[in-house]
C-alpha cells in the first residue's frame, strides 16, 4: 500500500470526513422523538459546534473545522456553550490555521490541552485472512446490547450506560453509510467496530475489545475487515483516528495507514 505525503487538499479531506460521520451521528440521536439527548448542531463559518444537553463528554461538545476566517465567531462559539453551562473544546488541524487564531483563542482562556492522531489509507484487500476460531460479521439489528457491553467495557464506561449506548447507536443501523461489526471468538462476542462511509470517504469510527480478549490481534482483523469493505464499496480514503503512538496507532500502522496529522486540542481553562 503507497501512500503519497498527505497535501492540504488531503488534510482537509480527512477532516471532512471527521466532521461528515460525527455530523451525521449527533443528527441521528437528534431526530429521536422529542429529542432526549438536547442535541444541537450550529454552523459558525466554516465551524461545526456540537453541543447535548444529557451526554457531557467533551467528544459531543466539541468544535470541528475552525478556520482563520472564523475568529470573528469565536465569541458567538463561546457564548452558545456558556449559555448552556458546558465547556467546550476545539480540535485543531495544523497547516489550516494561523499563529493569530490560536492566540485569539489563547486571549480569551484557551490552552493547549492535548493531541490526538489521524491516520489515512488507500482501501485495498488483504491477503491474510482472520483466524479459524474468529468470525467477523455486520452487526444485525437486535445485537446493539452485544456491541454496546463491548462498547461500554472496552472504554471503562459503567454496564449501566449499555442500555444507553445501544439505543444511541441502534438509530444509526437503517442510516446510509453506518456499518458496525461484531468479532466472535468461538461464537463469543469478543470485538466490536464501526465505519461510516460518505461519498469516496471511510471513516473507521470506533472499535473496541473486551478486556479478556485484548492482545490476540482483533483490533488488526478488524481493521482489515473494514478497509476491505471500504475498497469493495468503491473508497478512494480511509480515515481513522487514535491516541499517539498507541495501540490502536501501532495496529493502524500495521495495516498500512500513516499519519495524515496530529490535531491539537484547545480547552477551556477552569
Request: proline fraction near 3%; glycine fraction near 6%; hydrophobic fraction near 40%.
Amino acid at each position: 500500500m503507497r501512500l503519497m505525503l498527505p497535501t492540504r487538499q488531503l488534510i482537509e479531506e480527512i477532516e471532512q470526513s471527521e466532521i461528515d460521520y460525527m455530523t451525521d451521528r449527533m443528527q441521528a440521536i437528534q431526530e429521536k422523538p422529542g429529542n432526549p439527548e438536547g442535541v444541537e448542531i450550529h454552523k459558525f463559518g466554516n465551524a461545526v459546534a456540537y453541543y447535548s444537553r444529557t451526554m457531557h463528554w467533551l467528544s459531543f461538545n466539541t468544535v470541528k473545522g475552525l478556520r482563520d476566517q472564523d475568529i470573528d465567531f469565536l465569541d458567538d462559539i463561546i457564548h452558545f456553550y456558556q449559555g448552556k453551562d458546558r465547556r467546550v473544546q476545539f480540535e485543531i488541524v495544523p497547516s489550516l490555521v494561523s499563529q493569530e487564531l490560536l492566540m485569539q483563542l489563547a486571549e480569551r482562556g484557551f490552552y493547549h490541552s492535548g493531541f490526538h492522531t489521524s491516520m489515512y489509507a488507500q482501501p485495498c484487500i488483504f491477503e491474510v485472512q482472520t483466524a479459524e476460531r474468529v468470525t467477523i460479521e455486520r452487526v444485525q439489528e437486535d445485537e446493539f446490547t452485544d456491541y454496546a457491553t463491548i462498547h461500554c467495557r472496552s472504554t471503562g464506561l459503567p454496564d449501566a450506560g449499555i442500555a444507553h449506548v445501544a439505543e444511541n447507536n441502534r438509530v444509526l443501523y437503517d442510516r446510509p453509510g453506518w456499518r458496525f461489526y461484531l468479532a466472535r471468538c468461538e461464537d463469543a462476542p469478543a470485538a466490536a467496530a464501526v465505519m461510516h462511509i460518505k461519498g469516496r470517504a471511510a471513516s473507521l469510527t470506533f472499535a473496541g475489545t473486551l478486556p479478556s480478549y485484548r492482545n490476540q490481534g482483533l483490533h488488526r482483523m478488524l481493521l482489515k475487515k473494514r478497509i476491505e469493505e471500504a475498497a469493495l464499496a468503491d473508497c478512494s480514503l480511509v480515515v481513522a483516528q487514535c491516541a499517539f503512538l498507541s495501540q490502536s496507532h501501532r495496529n493502524m500502522e500495521h495495516a498500512g495507514m500513516k499519519i495524515g496529522y496530529v490535531k491539537a486540542t484547545w480547552s477551556q481553562r477552569s
